[in-house]
């Protein structure tokens, strides 16, 4: 076995100094916002982290924002590290974008009580006036969508491929599930938590299951369903999406998805910043304050009576005829 | 009517495991040509992934499967090139140089891909293969000929390695210079040679691999293949460097990982001890080979770098 | 001979190494249109350049060390231990529950308790893989591969059932975490105003005690016998199997340790999952096999080996958020720079037994036996 000295190891840190000089001065003062995101996955995932950065990219069309993203960060002490770094750069609002981040963000945010942070998905702000919390109602898109996917299933069986069961992924899938039983009493739905948020193949093959016990309409969250759509499209069965806009993946089967239009609720976060107030406040983007919305794919010939209830749904959450998960 | 049931679901669990047995398989197959040779190469899954974004990126362009496959073999067989050239001649440390491999493999697939597609974007996956007579068995039929083409190769390379390694002056050099490269040596057999080729042949199944999970999901993502290649890596050992052990290893992992999907799916299994459904896997496999009691060794030359008159 | 020169050509050599990776780096850098002198730099600079980055560079390379140490003692016992990741899971739980079951002791008892708990349930794991192999001639590398899923699994069960923050369950989140651990248990910081906990002192008390094991204790000398030639040490009467054993249970006990102190020295003070290994030990478990490697197996060189791949990973991270390039260029460069100087050692080994005595040209071969020697001697 080789071995290498401490001389060697102390020549390569040499080597590196000579590479080092100092990185360029802080960024030129202004009136620009400075905002930064640490996300999970990647911000073009077509899920999760994609809605938060398009939310940002949205505001930032009516207001000047010098925006950093830290993504596929999903080693949970990296991301504290990367919150804590923003933090000490000076950034203006520190977006911490994954339910798991929570327990270490309650600690940083303690110790820079100038700098605004916004923790999702979540609603809990710890008490601590530098910290908001944002969440979806991704039940109120999963009920809607439910019931139109009892209406459409002609075998009565429908199947969901969840990650783990937990936040944002279980509230749309409990939704889902309600809405598909509130349309249909007698509906089959299963549901299969494959129980990783990145197995791309198993979430294949959980889909090809639930197929093979008859569902003709399948739903899924979080990133690894490109695999569950990929098995829906072979088939040509039905895919109901959210998070996103998953139709690109599928044009053919994708009916619906439940889009997350975050710059909702961020364009009244950055507003209370303007009068400087940094956090404290609980959000969520639901039906009714247009956060969520139900995108219909145009190419997708759904029988108007579905799409009648799809639409009908949502003007019962929005008027709080329906509760979905009560 | 549920009896019925019954049997489409056996039907399409069988069909689930195969399927989820094929990367094993191909990755498994290839680490064992180049292990029997005497090199390991603990590199598979960047090798996998590699080939996988290859194979991806090349039908997202051109819209041709046959070429993307080409592509992922290709590349396997650079890297088992490059692979067989630090460890042949440069008699790198194994261990170290293919985990070197792996995160390289890692890294680059994440990033080619970020910076040249992006957002993903599906491509059109394998067609199924109907084979005339054998399709139409019943039960069996469903079974074991309702599958893209890319699983009929992985299993029927299973018999030709077999035989290759068995049967062939070529196998017979394989394996001489896994046990005992000195005496190979002296008989006149090329000890690098061998090696290179079995390295090359090795790395391309795994590139063949990752080009077979990415085309049959129609899709790419960051590390796509979570960790498969060194669960291929384990299945070596339990098919004790034999095509037709890696084979069997391959199903058992495979077709117990349909079978908790499955049971989950139909709500067998509660929902809170889905967790500890998921481990069924792994602790099969284990246990499988305590049953076995495998009385195989691994082949003597392994991870030792042959140099000759040392 | 020239001792002088041989020794500055052993170290100029894998600096190359590094150097062509690092060329190679730069190049990707300016083809993704990032200043190649601007990114090097950030990196450096925030892994080595201040005391925020040298602490967590330390902070990053614990759990290396840790792992590297594990790893040392295992190959040199010939036992290939590839379920770091699992030994680092398991030994975290047993430390949580532990932290959880006692919340009133004070932080003298309290510290000590829990990492030692930690270190016995990594220690149980990785005995299993130890057991296998000796009883049932199971590959030791299969089953701490089959064992690391088992055991991310087990810890998945656990922190969303048995061990999640009652909190969650009321507000109906259920992020599968722990409470916040009892205050006693954090781990102290050593510098004021830096991140640098207590965990840092342990791993680097940890390597000398390693150290010491294989080259000072009958039992360490035990282990490197089996190593290099177990028909030799089982004809000397060593006790092989439990040998093995107790190979991976040490090697399993330090990944434990990394664990337990992952979860006491982290942002949060609590243990949470995101359904992978990754998420937790940040692939600290595979990593520290490349430290330990690239240290020669030698536990007191893993420090150095350690620190170096600790930064590497901060600034990789700080790279990101700099000038943001994917940190999966580090990655790949990471891998490249493995894969350069593993193989460099081979110019290395050549221009030294050239330099030693011209006249030998069967050289290689000759400079591995001297360096094994040279190893047992250490």
């Known amino acids: 076995m080789r071995r290498f000295n401490f001389g060697t190891v102390m020549l390569v840190v040499l080597i590196l100094t000579a590479f080092c000089v100092l990185p360029a001065g802080v960024m030129a003062a202004g009136k620009m916002l400075k905002i930064a995101i640490v996300a999970p996955s990647a911000s073009n995932d077509l899920a999760f982290t994609q809605s938060i950065v398009d939310g940002i990219n949205a505001v930032k069309k009516e207001r000047p924002i010098d925006l950093a993203v830290t993504d596929g960060t999903f080693v949970v002490e990296d991301a504290a590290a990367a919150i804590r770094d923003y933090a000490k750069k000076g950034y203006d609002l520190v977006i911490a974008h994954g339910s798991q981040y929570g327990g270490s963000l309650k600690e940083i945010a303690k110790d820079f009580p100038k700098t605004a942070f916004a923790w999702g998905t979540s609603a809990d702000t710890f008490g601590l006036p530098n910290v908001s919390s944002y969440e979806a109602a991704s039940d109120e898109g999963g009920f809607v969508m439910g019931m139109m996917a009892a209406a459409l299933s002609k075998k009565g069986s429908i199947g969901v491929v969840g990650p783990i069961e937990v936040g944002d992924a279980k509230l749309f899938v409990d939704g889902f599930v309600a809405g598909a039983k509130a349309q249909n009493p007698k509906i089959k739905a299963n549901v299969n938590y494959i129980g990783s948020f990145s197995d791309v193949a198993l979430a294949a093959e959980a889909a090809r299951a639930h197929m093979a016990v008859g569902a003709d309409v399948l739903t899924g969250t979080a990133q690894m369903v490109v695999g569950a759509i990929g098995a829906a499209r072979s088939k040509g069965v039905a895919w109901f999406g959210t998070q996103a806009d998953q139709t690109e993946l599928a044009p053919e089967i994708v009916v619906a998805c439940q889009v997350y239009k975050w710059e909702v609720i961020l364009r009244q976060i950055l507003a209370d910043m303007d009068n400087g107030i940094l956090g404290g406040k609980k959000y969520a983007i639901t039906l009714a304050n247009d956060g969520l919305m139900i995108e219909f794919n145009p190419k997708y010939k759904l029988p108007d009576t579905v799409t009648k209830i799809g639409k009908k749904a949502v003007m019962d959450i929005k008027s709080g005829k329906i509760k979905p998960l009560k | 009517m549920s009896d019925l049931i019954n049997t489409t679901i056996i039907i399409a669990t069988v069909a689930s495991g195969i399927r989820l047995a094929t990367p094993f398989l191909l990755a498994s197959l290839g680490e064992s040509i180049g292990q029997r040779s005497g090199v390991l190469n603990l590199g598979v899954d960047g090798v996998m992934l590699l080939g996988a974004f290859a194979a991806y990126y090349t039908v997202l362009k051109t819209g041709n499967l046959f070429l993307g496959i080409m592509i992922g073999l290709i590349l396997g067989a650079l890297i088992g090139l490059f692979y067989a050239f630090i460890t042949v001649n440069l008699q790198a440390q194994q261990g170290v140089s293919g985990i070197g491999i792996y995160l390289f493999g890692l890294g680059m697939s994440d990033l080619l891909f970020q910076k040249l597609v992006g957002t993903p974007r599906p491509i059109m996956p394998f067609r199924i293969l109907h084979i005339p007579l054998l399709s139409d068995i ?92 060194f669960i291929a890596i384990a299945l070596v050992y339990f098919g004790a460097w034999r095509p037709l052990g890696v084979m069997a290893g391959s199903l058992v992992f495979g077709v117990v990982a349909a079978i908790v999907l499955q049971c989950k799916t139909l709500g067998l299994i509660p929902r809170s001890a889905s967790d500890l459904a998921a481990m069924a896997p792994a602790i099969i496999t284990i246990l499988a080979l305590v049953v076995v009691a495998n009385r195989f060794r691994q082949p003597t030359a392994l991870t030792k770098p042959y140099v000759r008159g040392g | 001979m020239n001792n002088l020169k041989t020794k500055m050509i052993s170290w100029t050599i894998p600096s190359c190494a590094v150097l062509a990776a690092l060329i190679i780096g730069a190049i990707m850098l300016s083809a993704l249109g990032a200043n190649p002198i601007k990114g090097f730099g950030t990196m450096f600079a925030s892994a080595f350049g201040n005391l925020d980055g040298l602490a967590s560079t330390a902070v990053k390379s614990i759990p290396l060390l840790l792992v590297g140490i594990g790893i040392c003692i295992a190959f040199r016992a010939s036992v290939i231990n590839i379920g770091g990741e699992g030994q680092m899971v398991m030994g975290a739980l047993l430390a949580t529950i532990m932290a959880l079951a006692f919340p009133g002791l004070p932080a003298i008892i309290f510290i000590p308790l829990v990492l030692l708990v930690g270190l016995i349930g990594g220690a149980a794991w990785g005995a299993i893989p130890g057991a296998l192999k000796a009883y049932f001639n199971v590959s030791e590398i299969l089953s701490t591969i089959m064992l690391n899923i088992v055991a991310v699994q087990f810890m998945n069960f656990m922190l969303r059932g048995p061990l999640i923050d009652p909190g969650e369950i009321e507000r109906g989140t259920r992020i599968p975490q722990t409470a916040r651990l009892p205050e006693a248990t954090d781990l102290p910081l050593l510098l004021e105003g830096a991140r640098m906990h207590l965990g840092f002192l342990i791993a680097v008390l940890a390597a000398v005690a390693a150290w010491i094991l294989l080259w000072r204790t009958s039992l360490g000398f035990r282990l490197r016998s089996v190593g290099l030639n177990p028909a030799a040490a089982r004809y000397a009467g060593i006790p092989v199997k439990r040998s093995i054993i107790m190979a991976l249970a040490i090697s399993g006990a330090m990944a434990g340790l990394a664990g337990a102190i992952l979860v006491f020295g982290s942002e949060s003070h609590r243990m949470v999952t995101d359904g992978s290994s990754t998420g937790f030990t940040g692939s600290a478990g595979f990593n520290g096999i490349v430290v330990a490697l690239f240290a020669g197996l030698h536990p007191l060189w893993s420090i150095p080996s350690a620190l170096l791949f600790g930064g590497m990973l901060v600034g990789a991270n700080a790279l990101q958020r700099a000038v943001q390039v994917p940190s999966a260029l580090i990655i790949a460069l990471n891998g490249l720079i493995v894969v350069f100087v593993v193989s460099s050692e081979y110019f290395k080994r050549r221009v030294q037994t050239v330099q030693t005595d011209p006249k030998v040209q069967k050289t290689v071969s000759d400079s591995d036996k001297n360096q094994e020697s040279d190893n047992l001697k250490d």
Request: no cysteine.
């Open chain 2, 138 to 229: 019943p039960i069996i039929g469903e079974m074991f000929f309702d599958h893209s083409l890319i699983v009929y190769v992985a299993f029927l390379l299973v018999p030709l390695l077999s035989l290759i390694i068995n049967r062939t002056t070529y196998g017979m050099n394989i394996r001489a210079i896994g046990e005992n490269p000195e005496a190979a040596d002296s008989l006149g057999v090329s000890v690098g040679g061998i090696r290179y080729s079995a390295l090359i042949i090795g790395n391309m199944l795994a590139g063949l691999a990752g080009a077979a999970l990415a085309i049959e999901l129609g899709i790419f993502q960051h590390n796509l293949t979570n960790a498969m290649g």
